[in-house]
Structures are given as C-alpha cells and as structure tokens.
C-alpha cells in the first residue's frame, strides 16, 4: 500500500513536471471556482461525509488511471491504429484530471485526503489472448463502467446544490461523454472477424456478461429489483456535494443497463446480453 | 441509446479486423524479418557480447531479478475488486462481487 500524494514538492521548487501536471488537470470546459467556496457555511459533519466522498472518488480515478495505462501500452503489441494511441493519450490524461479534481475537493473542503493505493489491485492479468484480453476490458470497462459511471456523474451533477460540487462534476462530466462515445466505438471496432480464434474469443465474452452485470449492480448498491431503485429518493437530504442515495445509485445502474449497455452491446454483436440483463433483474426482482 | 447510433455502431462492427493477435503472430509469421533500423533510443539494451560477461565489478549494475517495480505475478490478484462501498465502475471484477456497503 501507499498513499497517494498529489504533487512532488512544494510550490517554490517550481518543478516544471508539476507546471504540466497542473496544465493537464485543469477542466477542458468552463473553470473550478475553488476559491469562492467558504467551508464554514457547512456543517462539520456534511463536510466530513462529502470529504469521505471525495477521497474515495480519488482512488476509483486512480484505478481507472492504471487501467487505461495499462491498456494503452497492451495496444501498442496488438498493432492497433495510431489513432487509438490518440485517444488513449486522452483517456489517460482525463484519469489524471479526475484523481486530481478529487483530491483538490478534499483539499478545499478543509479536510485533504491521503488516499491509500493497493498497486496490486491496480494490475489486471491477461487472461485470455492479448487481443482478448484488450477487448474483454474495453467491454467492460467502457462499454459497460464508463457507460454506467457516465449516468451517475450526470445525475450527481443535478442533485448536487454546493456550487464548488457542480463546477468539480461538470468537469468530470465533460470527459465521461468522450469516454462513453470512445468506449462504444472501440467495442463495435474490436468485434471485427478474423476467423476462429476470433468465435472462440466472442463467445467467451458473452458467456462472461452475466458476471460483469452482477459486478457492476453489486458496485452500484443494487440490492433490489429496478422497482424497488425507481421508488426510492435519488439522493439524501441536506447540502449536497455530488452524491447520491443508494436507490440513486441503483437506478443509474439500471436506467444506463437499459438505455444504453445492453442495446449498444446486441449492436455490436452480443445478442446474449438481453438474456443475461433479463436473468440479472429475474433474481432481483 | 438512439436507433441510429446503434446502427452506426454495427457498422463499425464490419470490416477488416484491425487488431491482431499481439507479438507472437508478428514473431512467428513466415515473412517475419529482423528489423533494419538502428535501435531507436528508447529501445530495451542489446544483450551484452560475451567479452562483457566477466563478473560484475563494483562499478556494475546489479544482476538481480525485478522486485520492486514487478507487476504481481500472483494469479488471485488477476480481477482482484477495490472492495469499497462507493461505485467504482473500473474496478476489476471479482469472482465473487463484493457486498454493498451500507454507504453508498
């Protein structure tokens, strides 16, 4: 384990690696109003939940940040397009943006983070091929993560009332819709044929979609059919810095499954999807 | 998901396929060639000639396996989750999903 730490030195090192981070970390659209936020117009404890909040986001970016790295570089020995090194390069810079906004939030919150990394949960292993594998964590992570991540953020974006919490989301916000719009097409690009090896890896994927959807309703707090998440509160009363109840956070899992994962993946050629969601919401339900 | 975007999307879905099979494929092929091109600066050491393979004196680089910097080799780490209550859409999945947390 280590803790995550947010720069290298101090301001009057005047490290030219920070310049660029600091670059890199500020939003594509619009600006973060940092210093307009006045913490004593919270409670301590609203503070101190939002701060929670904020250090967990930190970690789950960080997670994406490794990911995508590590995906990156297993695209250069597949023989991918430039292109995708492009896009890539993106992806990665935006995981950096989104680690730091969480960190900086709890800065301003007047409670800073020390986020602690496990790097051996930053390091997913091949399983199958290579190419498999790459396409396996796109499905996964994209088509299905960032699509669902991307319905929470935006919601998170409404229901939140603390100005500082809106300018962070809408940064966020900003980079998931590319994330979302580059996932799907990486997946449709990714599910060309070349041949056996190719079925073989496809059907390996579809059999596997069951497991991904029950992940990620287990990390979205479905604990209940989408009944039970459409009847509840979407968020928790008092101030709110971004965050959602935890029907909230259920319902963003199904409303993205329906709106957008399980169509978008019978697009691309996984019929089996509709099955898998269906028997996903039969036990839940 | 609008109808036309799911079209589009199987569209892309035709076509030559434009990611292979990674390293082994290019190694092994019938064409494959040596490559001609000096070693770019940022490519791995060449292997040392043999007049170099004395034993190290105090000046040289340790022969000792990666530690520090290793990735895990440890197959239960492969899909190993975060384990934390918030949603966290790319943690890696684990075989058996982790309870909710009473906090969201």
């Not at chain 1, 947010?6 to 090192?13: A, F, Q, V």
């Not at chain 1, 990156?72 to 680690?99: K, N």
């Not at chain 1, 960032?146 to 900003?174: C, N, Q």
Request: glycine content about 8%.
């Amino acid at each position: 384990m280590y803790v995550l730490k947010r720069l290298s030195g101090s301001p009057r090192d005047a490290l030219a690696l920070t310049a660029e981070h600091e670059a890199i970390a500020r939003p594509r659209k619009g600006e973060i109003r940092w210093t307009d936020f006045d913490a004593s117009a919270y409670d301590a404890s609203e503070l101190d939940a939002a701060a929670e909040l904020w250090s967990q986001r930190a970690v789950q970016e960080m997670h994406s940040l490794a990911l995508f790295t590590e995906l990156t570089s297993q695209l250069h020995l597949l023989g991918a397009p430039l292109d995708w090194s492009g896009a890539f390069a993106r992806m990665i810079a935006d995981e950096v943006r989104h680690t730091d906004l969480c960190i900086r939030m709890c800065e301003a919150l007047g409670r800073p983070a020390a986020p602690e990394i496990d790097p051996a949960r930053l390091r997913l292993l091949a399983q199958v091929s290579p190419r498999g594998h790459v396409r396996h964590t796109i499905v996964a992570a994209f088509c299905i993560g960032e699509t669902i991540s991307g319905h929470m953020f935006r919601r998170a974006l409404r229901a939140a009332t603390v100005p500082l919490a809106r300018d962070v989301l809408g940064a966020i916000v900003v980079d998931e819709t590319f994330h979302g719009e580059l996932g799907w097409e990486l997946g449709a690009l990714l599910m060309r044929s070349d041949g056996e090896v190719f079925d073989a890896e496809r059907t390996m994927l579809a059999n596997d979609l069951a497991h991904l959807f029950r992940h990620y309703a287990s990390l979205c707090c479905v604990s209940a059919g989408p009944t039970w998440a459409r009847g509840e509160p979407e968020v928790d009363e008092g101030s709110n810095f971004g965050t959602l109840s935890a029907g909230g956070y259920a319902r963003a899992f199904f409303d993205a499954m329906e709106a957008d994962v399980v169509p978008g993946l019978v697009a691309i050629g996984f019929p089996e999807a509709e099955p898998a969601y269906a028997s996903l919401v039969s036990e839940l339900s | 998901m609008r109808n036309h975007r799911l079209g589009r999307l199987a569209l892309l879905t035709q076509g030559a396929a434009l990611v292979g099979l990674g390293m082994t494929q290019l190694a092994c092929g019938k064409d494959a060639t040596p490559p001609t091109e000096p070693s770019h600066v940022n490519s791995p050491p060449m292997p040392r000639p043999e007049v170099d393979a004395a034993p190290p004196g105090p000046s040289a680089p340790p022969d000792l396996p990666p530690t520090t910097n290793a990735p895990p080799m440890n197959a239960s780490d492969a899909g190993a989750g975060s384990g934390i209550g918030r949603p966290t859409m790319n943690a890696p999945p684990k075989k058996l999903p982790p309870a909710p947390s009473a906090k969201p």
